[in-house]
């Protein structure tokens, strides 16, 4: 069975400050998927990682993909108020279909 | 806005009711997900259809069922309510069937059983 862990759960950090979020895996993939949530809303796309080393860039935000480490990262730069939400993993295993195990989240809160 | 439009948005009921939660998928998008999001067990996947066809199942309840319609908007029905199915139930959309796409979750449908 696959299982997506995340930590840290919360995180609490001031604006301008970096850190970064990890997503391990348990069984071999090379589909990652990272969300954002605001609280009661929808899930938003951040980033798809395809391939191992595979890294995207968006914004303060950067994910990276390490398939043979079963690990990614979100690293946040520079943290400002608006990041506060909600972060998802969420990896898909190439079988018949897609289905998505999500992490947990990480609960990220930037303090002014 | 992700262009996944789902309907009702909040919905009150009572144990042992049955429910039917509707999705339009994104123009374009073949491919529609069922998700499940609550608080003790997180965001589970229930099921998958691509153009009409069931092609995934995940931890679905035999008491949920669902279809995908030729116009590709999809149905989740919930029968036999219990307390325990209070969640919010998203669905999703992409234009593939396979894994590498990627997937746009609607606003949800919020399911309170009472």
């Known amino acids: 069975e696959l299982k997506v862990e995340q930590n840290p759960l919360f995180l609490s950090m001031q604006e301008g400050k970096n850190y970064t979020i990890y997503c391990n895996y348990s069984?071999?993939?090379?589909?990652l998927y990272w969300y954002r949530q605001d609280p009661g809303k929808s899930l938003e796309s951040l980033f798809v990682l395809l391939s191992n080393g595979a890294v995207k860039q968006e914004g303060r935000l950067m994910a990276s993909l390490d398939t043979k480490a079963r690990l990614s990262t979100l690293h946040i730069t520079a943290a400002v108020h608006d990041l506060s939400a909600t972060y998802f993993c969420?990896?898909?295993?190439?079988?018949?279909?897609?289905?998505?195990?999500f992490g947990e989240g990480t609960q990220l809160t930037v303090n002014p | 806005d992700s262009g996944v439009t789902q309907t009702p948005k909040h919905l009150i009921t009572a144990t042992g009711q049955r429910v039917t939660l509707r999705c339009s998928p994104r123009?374009?998008?073949?491919?529609v997900y069922w998700y499940q999001q609550s608080l003790d067990q997180g965001l589970q996947f229930l099921i998958q259809y691509y153009n009409g066809e069931e092609r995934a199942k995940g931890n679905i309840l035999e008491r949920f069922s669902a279809q995908q319609f030729p116009d590709l908007h999809s149905e989740l029905n919930l029968s036999s309510l219990e307390l325990g199915d209070s969640a919010l139930y998203f669905c999703a959309s992409s234009v593939e069937v396979n894994s590498g796409n990627t997937i746009y979750f609607g606003e949800g449908s919020w399911l309170t059983v009472v």
């Open positions: 123009s374009g998008d073949l491919s």
């Open positions: 969420a990896v898909d295993r190439r079988t018949s279909g897609s289905r998505l195990t």
């Open positions: 069984t071999t993939s090379d589909r």
